[in-house]
């Protein structure tokens, strides 16, 4: 099942105990500017016991365009990876486990 962001704003909000939706969306962008603004800069950003943003360079590659069956080349471009740690793994098999004893009964 997904959760817009809508959704997951509110349910930010709430637990929280924020304002408003928009604080809420205020306060998420600012993570995400801050963790962007620092990928300029480096290479990596480490966040204990969650994981690790990381600049990668993906190399161009073949590939075929279903449309035009015509081989193309992509061009090179960076992406950010996340490398989950292993306390962030647990957790989120531990909700997995929730949710599963949830629906047998």
């Known amino acids: 099942e997904k959760m ?4 997951f704003l509110t349910l930010y909000k709430e637990r929280r105990n924020l304002k408003s939706i928009r604080e809420a969306k205020e306060r ?10 620092v ?3 480096e290479e990596k950003v480490t ?4 994981g690790i943003f990381e600049k990668k360079e993906v190399k ?3 590939i075929l365009n279903l449309a035009t069956r015509e081989m193309m080349i992509t061009e ?3 992406v950010i990876k996340f490398k989950p740690r292993m306390k962030m793994i647990d957790k989120v098999n531990e ?6 004893e949830e629906y047998e009964h």
């Open 39 to 41: 990928l300029e800069e």
């Open 95 to 100: 909700l997995n486990t929730l949710i599963e």
């Open 60 to 62: 161009p590659r073949k």
């Open 47 to 50: 966040i204990k016991d969650w």
């Open 28 to 37: 998420l962008d600012s993570f995400w500017k801050a963790l962007f603004d």
């Open 76 to 78: 090179e471009k960076k």
């Open 4 to 7: 817009t962001e809508k959704e």
